[in-house]
C-alpha cells in the first residue's frame, strides 16, 4: 500500500519559518512534521511514499527522504498555483491499488492514524478537539458521504482531518475536473464524487499553518509524552508539571541523551552534597528526579526512543539512589545497628526496581499495565526521593533510613503477592 503526500504549497502563513524550509520539513517538538507521519504509516505497513512538490523545495525533500531511508517517489508539480487537487492528479502514474493521501503539514498521533487507515474515503472528526475551528474545513454530511465542504459552512457536521484512504477510480473524475478547471482542490474534487466517510472521532490531529500552531503542537506532543505507568504520586502532582516545561523549552535544542547525563551529572552533585550538607543535597536530589524525566519526554515527544536509552537511564537512576543514600549515611556517621538499617533501606531501593523489572523480563510485559493495583503501591522511586529531600530539610537524617526499610521491602512482599494473585486467578 502506497501513500501520496501532498506537499506543493510555499506555507506563506509560516513567515520566515518556511522562507527556505518546506512546511512539513519544519520541526515541531524536535521532530520534522513529515516525519512523523511517515514513521507511523511505515510502521503501519505503507510501503511506499509519493511525495508531490514544487521544484522550490525539490531538493530539500530529496535529502530528508534519503536521510531518513524512506521508500519515494517524488513527484515535482511545476504549477502549485493550480491547487492540492492538481498535486494529487500528478500522482496517479504512480498508485495503483487503495492508497493513503495525507497533507504535508498535517500532525496526528499514532492511535489517529491506526483507526483512520481502517477506514475508507475521507477521515472527518466530529469532536476537532484540538483543531482551530475558525480556519478548519467543515463537512457536511448525508448518508456517510460528504454533501458539502468548504471552511465557509455555517451549518456542518464533522471535520475535514486532510487524511484520505481512497480508490484509485477516483482519478476518472479527477482527471475530468482538471480538463475543466484551471485550478483544482482537494475539497472540489470530494464534493464532487460525494466522497464516503470515515469517523475518527476525539484524537489529536490538527493543521500547522502559523507559529502559533507549532507552539500549540508542542505542548500536546510533550504533554502526550509522559509516560505514565510507573509514575507515583510525586511525579503525577509536582514532577511532571515542571518537568513538562523544562522538556518545551529544550526540546528543540538537546538530544535525550544529554538530558539523561545531565541529570546524572545533578545527582553526583547531589551525593557529593548529601554527605556535607543534607538539605542542600535534598534538594538537588529531588531536582535530578524531576530531571530525570525530561530525558523520556524528549525522547517520546521526539520520537527517539530506544531501547539502549531506557536502559541506560535506568542504570543510572540506581547508582545515584546509592550514592545518595550513602552520603547521608556518612554524613550521619550511624553505629551498627544503624549500618543494619542503612543496608536495609539501600537493599530495598534496588529491590523495588528490581521486582518490576524482573516482572517484564520473566513475563515480557509492563507489571503496572497488567496488575492495576501497582499504581496504588507507595514507595515508587520519585516517591521515596521526595520523602528524602523532606526529611533532609527538617534535619530527621536517621528517619530516612527508617522509613525507606520499611516503606521498600513492604512494597516488594506486596508486589510479590499481587503477582502470585494474578497467576492463581
Known sequence: MKAVILAAGLGTRMGKLSKETPKGLIKVAGREILYRTMKILKGEGIDEFVVVTNPLYKEKFEEFLRKNNFRYQLVINDSPEKGNGYSLYLARPYVSGRFVV?????????????????????????????????????????????????????????????????????????????????????????????????????FFWMD?????????????????AIK?????????????KISTKISEVLIDYVEPIHMTIFSFAVGIIA????????????????????????????????????????????????????????????????????????????????MVSYSTERYKGEYFVDIYKVIPQMKYLFGKRDERIFLTMILCLVGKISWIFIILALITHLRVFATIYLVQKREDS
Open 271 to 350: 551525593a557529593f552534597m548529601a554527605f556535607i550538607s543534607p538539605p542542600v543535597g535534598g534538594l538537588l536530589y529531588q531536582l535530578n528526579s524531576i530531571l530525570d524525566g525530561v530525558d523520556g519526554e524528549i525522547a517520546r515527544a521526539a520520537m527517539k526512543t530506544s531501547r539502549f536509552g531506557g536502559y541506560f537511564d535506568s542504570i543510572l537512576d540506581r547508582y545515584i539512589d546509592f550514592f545518595v543514600l550513602l552520603g547521608l549515611a556518612l554524613n550521619l556517621n550511624p553505629d551498627i545497628w544503624g549500618w543494619v538499617v542503612v543496608s536495609l533501606a539501600l537493599f530495598g531501593s534496588a
Open 208 to 224: 500547522v499553518d502559523t507559529p502559533e500552531d507549532i507552539k500549540k503542537a508542542k505542548k500536546f506532543l510533550i504533554k502526550n
Open 102 to 202: 495525507v497533507m504535508s503539514d498535517h500532525i496526528y498521533e499514532e492511535a489517529f492514524i491506526r483507526e483512520a487507515l481502517k477506514g475508507n474515503g475521507l477521515v472527518v472528526d466530529r469532536d476537532g478537539k484540538f483543531a482551530n475551528i475558525d480556519e478548519a474545513t467543515k463537512v457536511k454530511l448525508e448518508n456517510g458521504r460528504v454533501a458539502d465542504i468548504g471552511k465557509a459552512l455555517e451549518e456542518y457536521d464533522a471535520l475535514d482531518t486532510g487524511f484520505f484512504v481512497l480508490e484509485p477510480d477516483i482519478f476518472e473524475i479527477i482527471e475530468k475536473l482538471v480538463k475543466e478547471k484551471e485550478e483544482l482542490e482537494l475539497a472540489e474534487i470530494v464534493k464532487e464524487t460525494k466522497l464516503e466517510v470515515f469517523e475518527v472521532n476525539g
Open 228 to 240: 505514565g505507568s510507573g509514575d507515583g504520586i510525586v511525579s503525577r502532582h509536582l514532577n511532571r
